[in-house]
């Protein structure tokens, strides 16, 4: 099993930045690749960006990029997400994801419980 504990969120002001972290505990062997995910209220969760095990970037939404880095450390099991230049459309329930294989623009295998990000303007 793989546990992942994000944190980071809170409210910042439109235009200010914000890191999460997502700490990776368990069978971090297991992990081939990790992302972020977010849901906003009333819409479907959509992948955020995705990364591969050795930190390579495999994907990120065209509505954030050029603001958000996604990026790993390993010695740390620690998946981070650099927001910048925060919008009015950005707050969501922000949530780490990792899979033993792949991730699908559903997620993989494990989920962690989420952090808040409130965008005020």
């Known amino acids: 099993q793989v546990q992942l504990v994000e944190s980071g969120g809170g409210l910042v002001q439109a235009g200010e930045s914000m890191r999460l972290s997502c700490e990776a505990s368990?069978?971090?062997?297991?992990?081939?690749?990790m992302a972020w995910f977010r849901r906003a209220p009333g819409k479907e969760r959509e992948i955020v960006a995705a990364v591969g095990w050795n930190g390579e970037v495999a994907y990120v939404r065209d509505s954030v990029k050029g603001r958000f880095t996604i990026s790993k450390d390993n010695a740390k099991n620690t998946l981070y997400l650099q927001m910048n230049n925060l919008k009015p459309e950005d707050p969501a329930g922000y949530y780490c994801?990792?899979?033993?294989?792949?991730?699908?623009?559903?997620?993989?295998?494990?989920w962690g419980q989420g952090t808040q990000v409130i965008v005020s303007s």
């Open positions: 994801n990792a899979d033993s294989v792949n991730i699908t623009t559903t997620g993989g295998e494990y």
């Open positions: 368990g069978r971090t062997s297991d992990i081939h690749a």
